[in-house]
């Protein structure tokens, strides 16, 4: 089961390097809850992160250059997964490219017979 968890997220971080949307947020359960160092409070469900994100393509420009990955860890509690690592995001926002080294932990649960996300943490390193 562990390496189902790991390959639901890697499935998630390459959709994101990819600025594939749709599979991005595929990932994720509806009923996720997301905090991120870049926003003020708690994006409390996948459909409030959609429209953030959406907002930050429309009106920044918002989209991955380049994307790493390492440092990973996964850890079983039954059918929920916490997934752990550090991350290096080039990324252009409002015409500026600026490189993030991030640490996030992601929890995933089993629902429905995959891993989808049900909590994200993004804080900077």
Known sequence: MES???AAAVALLDA???NDRD????????GATFFFHTMPHLLASRAAYEAEYDG?????GF????????DQTVTL???????THASTTTQVFNGETVTLNERETIVF???????L?????????
């Open 4 to 6: 189902e968890a790991l």
């Open 16 to 18: 994101f390097a990819a």
């Open 23 to 30: 599979g991005y947020f595929a990932c994720f359960a509806p």
């Open 56 to 60: 930050w393509v429309r009106d920044g």
């Open 63 to 70: 989209r991955v250059l380049a994307f790493h990955s390492g």
């Open 77 to 83: 509690h039954g059918d929920t997964a916490v997934f």
């Open 109 to 115: 649960q089993k629902i429905g017979g995959k891993f």
């Open 117 to 125: 996300g049900i909590h994200e943490h993004l804080a900077l390193a």
